[in-house]
């Protein structure tokens, strides 16, 4: 399966900790795009990263991408309450009619 | 990005029936998926609505099954045909301007066969 691997598959932190979520998925990639989803609802696009890239930013969420180990990490800092749903990776594979293939997902539960 | 409208947002309905999601996108757009999400999982592809033709079915999703349709390039529909309780789940439209780029999705119909 193309799918990619989430972990961990579930995060309890303390507000104001930080969070990092980590995927890893088995071919070459276009790019690779993460999303959070609250309490069963649509998804939300957070950060699209391409293969030649190795970092991007976005307010308080950073993603790293490292090619060679086939891995990404979400980073979330200084976390909120309202940081709490479930993050999914999605990878973007070549030729593949622009089918993205989504991780299993990373439950975040962020406690006041 | 684009904005898109799924309707309806939820329903609970009988097996043997049928229900159609209708996805509406503010712009054109290239590309409409369809996803499904079981209670508790990922996200799975279930077809690339193809515009002006039939969609492209992934492997477990037939057509009689799931017929979609796509009349232009801002609308979709998913019908799920003979519900029984294993149709219940999440289902999601997403849409993108092409390969590579960001996808966007709807909010999702949330269905339950009883």
């Known amino acids: 399966s193309q799918q990619g691997e989430e972990d961990p598959q579930a995060l309890s932190i303390q507000e104001g900790e930080n969070a990092t979520m980590n995927c890893s998925y088995k071919?070459?990639?276009?790019?690779l795009q993460w999303y959070r989803q609250n309490s069963g609802r649509g998804l939300v696009h957070l950060i699209l990263?391409?293969?030649?890239?190795r970092e991007k930013h976005s307010g308080r969420l950073r993603v790293t991408l490292d090619t060679s180990k086939k891995s990404s990490s979400l980073l979330i800092t200084a976390s909120r309450a309202a940081d709490t749903a479930s993050y999914f990776c999605?990878?973007?594979?070549?030729?593949?009619?622009?089918?993205?293939?989504f991780g299993q997902g990373t439950e975040l539960s962020v406690k006041p | 990005s684009a904005v898109i409208s799924q309707k309806p947002s939820r329903d609970i309905c009988q097996r043997g029936t049928s229900l159609t999601i209708q996805c509406q996108v503010d712009?054109?757009?290239?590309?409409m998926f369809w996803y499904r999400q079981q209670p508790g999982q990922s996200l799975t592809l279930i077809a690339t609505?193809?515009?002006?033709?039939?969609?492209?079915?992934e492997s477990g999703f037939v057509i009689d099954k799931f017929p979609i349709s796509r009349p232009n390039l801002t609308f979709s529909t998913l019908t799920v045909s003979n519900m029984s309780p294993e149709d219940s789940s999440i289902y999601l439209c997403?849409?993108?301007?092409?390969?590579?780029?960001?996808?966007?999705f709807g909010q999702g119909t949330r269905l339950t066969v009883v």
């Open positions: 999605a990878t973007d594979f070549y030729n593949q009619g622009g089918k993205l293939i």
């Open positions: 071919t070459s990639i276009n790019n």
């Open positions: 990263i391409r293969s030649n890239e």
């Open positions: 712009s054109q757009v290239t590309m």
């Open positions: 609505a193809n515009q002006g033709s039939e969609a492209t079915y």
């Open positions: 997403s849409s993108r301007q092409g390969a590579y780029t960001e996808a966007f």
